[in-house]
C-alpha cells in the first residue's frame, strides 16, 4: 500500500489543487450561490461521485485506451458542452427576479446530484488529469499499482469533497443574502449563464 508519507504528500497537492480555479470548483461556487447550501453540496457529491469513475478508469486501463482515441474525445467534450450550454440557457432564460433557489425553477436534490455527476463524467480533461497525475504517486515495490491508483483516487475524492465543500458553504452564505434582492436575484441568474456559457465553450476549444 502507499506510504503515509506519500499519500499525506498527495492529499496536500490533492486540497491545493481542489483550490484553485478551474471549471468544477466554479461550477459548484455558481450553483452554490444560486440555489442554496444543499443544492451546492449535492453538486459537490455528484462531482467526487463522477471522480470514482474517472479513478476506476485509470485503475482499470480505459482511461489510457481513451486518451488515445481522438473521436471519443471530441465526442465527450461536445456532449459536456452542450449539457452546460442547456444549464446557461435555463439560467438566462429564468423570469426576471425569480429566485433559483424556490419554486418551480429549482431542480430536486436527485437532479442536482446528477448535475455534478453529469459535469463531471462529460469533461474529457478530468480523465487525462487522472492519467497523467495519479501514477505519479504510484511506488514501485508498495502493491498492485490498480489498488494503489484506487487508494490514491480516495484520498483525492476526499481533498476535493472538503475544498469543494467549503467553497458551497461560502457561496451558499453569500448567495441567500442576494436572493433577498429581486435585482441581485436576476443579476445572479444572468451571471451565472454567461459562467455556464464560458465553461461550455472552454470545454469545445479543449485539447488533448
Same mark, same amino acid.
Given at each position: 500500500?502507499?506510504?503515509?508519507?506519500?499519500t499525506?504528500?498527495?492529499f496536500?497537492? &490533492?486540497?491545493?489543487?481542489g #483550490?484553485?480555479?478551474?471549471?468544477?470548483? *466554479?461550477?459548484?461556487?455558481?450553483?452554490?450561490?444560486?440555489? !442554496?447550501?444543499?443544492?451546492?453540496?449535492? =453538486?459537490?457529491?455528484?462531482?467526487?461521485?463522477?471522480?470514482? !469513475?474517472?479513478?476506476?478508469?485509470?485503475?482499470? !486501463?480505459?482511461?489510457a =485506451?481513451?486518451?488515445?482515441?481522438?473521436?471519443?474525445?471530441? =465526442?465527450?467534450?461536445?456532449v459536456?458542452? #452542450?449539457?452546460?450550454?442547456?444549464l446557461?440557457?435555463?439560467?438566462?432564460?429564468?423570469?426576471?427576479?425569480?429566485?433559483?433557489?424556490?419554486g418551480?425553477?429549482a431542480?430536486? @436534490?436527485?437532479?442536482?446530484?446528477?448535475?455534478?455527476?453529469?459535469?463531471? *463524467?462529460?469533461?474529457?480533461?478530468?480523465?487525462?488529469f487522472?492519467?497523467?497525475?495519479?501514477?505519479?504517486?504510484?511506488?514501485? !515495490? #508498495?502493491?498492485?499499482?490498480?489498488?494503489?491508483?484506487?487508494?490514491?483516487?480516495? =484520498?483525492?475524492?476526499?481533498? /476535493?469533497?472538503? /475544498?469543494?465543500g467549503?467553497?458551497?458553504l461560502? #457561496?451558499?452564505?453569500?448567495?441567500?443574502?442576494?436572493?433577498s434582492?429581486?435585482?441581485?436575484?436576476?443579476?445572479?441568474?444572468? &451571471?451565472? @449563464?454567461?459562467?455556464?456559457?464560458?465553461?461550455?465553450?472552454?470545454?469545445?476549444?479543449?485539447?488533448?
Amino acid at each position: 500500500m502507499t506510504s503515509i508519507e506519500t499519500t499525506l504528500a498527495f492529499f496536500a497537492v &490533492s486540497v491545493l489543487l481542489g #483550490a484553485a480555479p478551474g471549471p468544477d470548483n *466554479l461550477f459548484v461556487l455558481m450553483q452554490s450561490a444560486m440555489r !442554496g447550501r444543499r443544492a451546492g453540496m449535492l =453538486v459537490v457529491l455528484g462531482l467526487c461521485t463522477g471522480l470514482l !469513475g474517472h479513478t476506476a478508469a485509470v485503475a482499470v !486501463g480505459l482511461a489510457a =485506451v481513451f486518451a488515445a482515441s481522438p473521436t471519443a474525445f471530441t =465526442v465527450l467534450k461536445f456532449v459536456g458542452a #452542450a449539457y452546460l450550454a442547456w444549464l446557461a440557457w435555463q439560467a438566462l432564460s429564468a423570469p426576471d427576479g425569480a429566485d433559483p433557489a424556490v419554486g418551480a425553477a429549482a431542480p430536486d @436534490g436527485w437532479r442536482m446530484y446528477v448535475r455534478g455527476i453529469v459535469m463531471n *463524467l462529460t469533461n474529457p480533461k478530468v480523465i487525462l488529469f487522472f492519467l497523467a497525475f495519479l501514477p505519479q504517486f504510484v511506488e514501485t !515495490g #508498495a502493491g498492485p499499482v490498480a489498488l494503489q491508483v484506487m487508494w490514491l483516487g480516495f =484520498v483525492f475524492i476526499v481533498a /476535493t469533497l472538503l /475544498t469543494f465543500g467549503a467553497i458551497a458553504l461560502f #457561496a451558499a452564505s453569500i448567495g441567500q443574502r442576494l436572493r433577498s434582492s429581486a435585482t441581485a436575484r436576476r443579476v445572479l441568474n444572468k &451571471s451565472a @449563464g454567461l459562467v455556464f456559457l464560458g465553461l461550455a465553450a472552454r470545454l469545445v476549444l479543449a485539447e488533448r
